[in-house]
């Protein structure tokens, strides 16, 4: 559906002949400004193109009248040509499903399924490396927009960090799936970083949170198959998935980065956000979960991971603030203390009051609740005054 445009940070995407009539029909004023136009065939459109101002338009791979690339670019708009084929889209305007990246598992290995082939070409060098990069760059910017399409609202992201090294039919992989679970039923939606492990048990618990308690370990007694042999972990998951297609409630978010091309993408999440550049990635996984972080535990990318929140929330506005929230007492006071750190930094600063250690996932959810009406009269107190 095609919204009027208020102002130039917000971003519209225009992806036929049909939704730019429409758009014309709705703009209030002549200003193009944040309307991304996405291989539209606008040949036939000069005379309404002169009547509009493109600055701060975007013109990817559409097909324009005779001249009117040059024209466009210098009254402020970004026109990009058609690229090279890639493996890939570059100005895809939808995140990725695991139907699409996994296409084909069935019939063939894993290395042969698109996902795979994205990350082979990601690692080679290209003799139009400056086309590739524009691509690369191109392509995570759309991600962006398109993440933030479809979870426009932080406040209902929460985020669960975990090592992908817990196995299907372990303990702590049951965990992390009862602790998606309730926090899906609460009415949040569970981010994370897209991987195995206890990101993938994150985004099952979150993904089957129409399941019963007792159903979802029914689901998980049987679940097999570890991502040293992905075609069969891949496999596995697909079909746990088709046994218990979801009606389409964006519950499961999953984060991942071609830059990790060891670690397939989990399928349970609804959306999936892939990324080249994982420095973007992870900025950006922080960034959008606004209803706070449960750690669990993990190794060094996950430690990475708490400290990068740490120094978000540390320099943080109070508005700003979200909950960290650390699982497992002996693992974050003994193997790794990092606790001890975190409280210290956080000591006498309003980041005090966000920072928590539990060891169930009830506790953990509670949290979450709790900030969450906190976030909520805040927000009320603002908007009263």
């Given amino acids: 559906m095609v919204r009027p445009v208020h102002r130039a940070q917000h971003i519209q995407h225009v992806e036929s002949l049909s939704e730019f009539e429409t758009l014309l029909d709705r703009l209030l004023d002549d200003k193009l400004a944040g309307v991304h136009i996405l291989k539209v065939d606008l040949r036939e459109k000069a005379p309404e193109l002169d009547a509009l101002d493109p600055r701060g338009a975007l013109f990817a791979e559409c097909q324009l009248p005779a001249g009117y690339d040059e024209s466009l670019r210098a009254a402020g708009a970004l ?66 927009i398109a993440l933030e399409r479809a979870h426009p609202e932080n406040r209902r992201l929460v985020g669960v960090m975990g090592g992908h090294s817990s196995v299907r039919g372990s303990e702590n992989y049951a965990f992390a799936a009862e602790l998606g679970h309730l926090l899906a039923n609460a009415g949040f939606t569970v981010a994370t970083g897209g991987g195995p492990g206890s990101m993938e048990a994150a985004n099952l618990g979150a993904y089957l949170y129409r399941l019963s308690p007792e159903e979802l370990r029914a689901a998980l007694s049987d679940f097999s198959g570890e991502f040293d042999n992905p075609t069969l972990w891949a496999r596995n998951a697909m079909r746990l998935r088709q046994a218990y297609p979801q009606s389409g409630e964006n519950r499961s978010l999953g984060i991942p980065t071609w830059a990790y091309g060891h670690e397939p993408p989990n399928v349970f999440a609804n959306t999936i956000a892939k990324y080249f550049t994982n420095a973007i990635r992870e900025a950006i996984l922080l960034e959008k979960c606004g209803g706070g972080i449960v750690f669990l535990p993990g190794a060094a990318g996950t430690i990475q991971e708490i400290f990068q929140d740490a120094c978000e929330n540390y320099y943080a506005p109070t508005s700003k603030l979200a909950p960290m929230i650390l699982v497992g007492s002996e693992y974050w006071r003994q193997r790794y203390p990092v606790w001890q750190l975190l409280t210290a930094l956080a000591k006498d600063t309003p980041m005090e009051d966000y920072v928590h250690l539990v060891d169930d996932a009830e506790s953990a959810l509670s949290l979450v609740r709790r900030h969450q009406r906190r976030s909520s009269r805040a927000l009320e107190r603002d908007a009263r005054s």
Avoid at 81 to 104: C, H, I, N, V, W
């Fill in 79 to 144: 026109v990009f040509p058609k690229l090279p084929a890639f493996p890939f889209d570059p100005y895809r305007s939808q995140l990725y499903t695991a139907e699409e990246l996994f296409e084909g598992i069935h019939d063939r290995e894993y290395e042969h399924v698109p996902d795979t082939q994205i990350y082979a070409w990601s690692t080679e060098d290209h003799p139009e490396s400056a086309n590739a990069a524009l691509a690369v760059s191109l392509h995570d910017h759309a991600i962006n």
